[in-house]
């Protein structure tokens, strides 16, 4: 199984430069940012990454301090497809184009996802060197007048409408929890 850690950054929330990156647990990483947008685009980017560069068939488990990166790539996406990418409330899906790259990206890749919650800021190694290339990358992005506008209209084109499999949610009982596993 590969894991792989993930994480995003923005300077100034909303509309400071971001920043996303993954760190996979065998080694290698990835990180990239943008002028300018959200810590919620920073931390879907930094998951879309993830999966595109572990394409393979091996199982991903990818590990995030964030929830709303998890919900959106594994829990509302379903509920969002059917609704044509609207919300319950009947609202347009907030950075609906990453959750759409991460919808393809794990449809179309041959091995299964799953994502892990962890607590961000507590120790945790490849957490902590996930925040930092992010945090560099974010700040490298707001010294570089060629930094791409934001971390959204970069995005190829999807090709094929393949949905994802359903996540099943798997946690362990604890009064503080550190981790929370989405398979």
Same mark, same amino acid.
């Given at each position: 199984?590969?894991?792989?850690?993930?994480?995003?950054?923005?300077?100034?929330?909303?509309?400071?430069?971001?920043?996303?990156?993954?760190?996979?647990?065998?080694?290698?990483?990835?990180?990239?940012?943008?002028?300018?947008?959200?810590?919620?685009? *920073?931390?879907?980017? /930094?998951?879309?990454? +993830?999966?595109? #560069?572990?394409?393979?068939?091996? @199982?991903?488990? =990818?590990?995030?301090?964030?929830?709303?990166?998890?919900?959106?790539?594994?829990?509302?996406?379903?509920?969002?497809?059917?609704?044509?990418?609207?919300?319950?409330?009947?609202?347009?899906?907030?950075?609906?184009?990453?959750?759409?790259?991460?919808?393809?990206?794990?449809?179309?890749?041959?091995?299964?996802?799953?994502?892990?919650?962890?607590?961000?800021?507590?120790?945790?190694?490849?957490?902590?060197?996930?925040? *930092?290339?992010?945090? /560099?990358?974010?700040? +490298?992005?707001? #010294?570089?007048?060629?930094?791409? @506008?934001?971390? =959204?209209?970069?995005?190829?084109?999807?090709?094929?409408?393949?949905?994802?499999?359903?996540?099943?949610?798997?946690?362990?009982?604890?009064?503080?929890?550190?981790?929370?596993?989405?398979?």
């Amino acid at each position: 199984m590969i894991i792989v850690s993930t994480d995003g950054s923005c300077l100034r929330n909303p509309g400071g430069a971001i920043g996303w990156a993954w760190v996979a647990h065998q080694g290698g990483s990835a990180s990239a940012g943008a002028a300018s947008g959200t810590n919620q685009i *920073a931390e879907l980017r /930094a998951v879309l990454e +993830a999966i595109r #560069a572990h394409c393979d068939s091996e @199982p991903l488990l =990818i590990e995030s301090d964030s929830l709303y990166a998890i919900k959106c790539s594994s829990e509302w996406v379903s509920g969002w497809r059917v609704n044509g990418w609207r919300t319950a409330t009947g609202q347009a899906v907030k950075n609906v184009e990453l959750v759409r790259s991460i919808d393809h990206a794990i449809a179309t890749r041959p091995g299964p996802v799953r994502f892990r919650w962890v607590r961000g800021h507590v120790g945790n190694d490849f957490n902590e060197q996930a925040d *930092a290339l992010a945090g /560099a990358a974010a700040r +490298a992005a707001a #010294a570089d007048p060629a930094a791409a @506008p934001d971390g =959204i209209h970069d995005l190829p084109p999807i090709t094929s409408a393949e949905s994802a499999p359903e996540p099943v949610l798997e946690s362990t009982k604890s009064s503080a929890p550190q981790a929370l596993t989405l398979f």
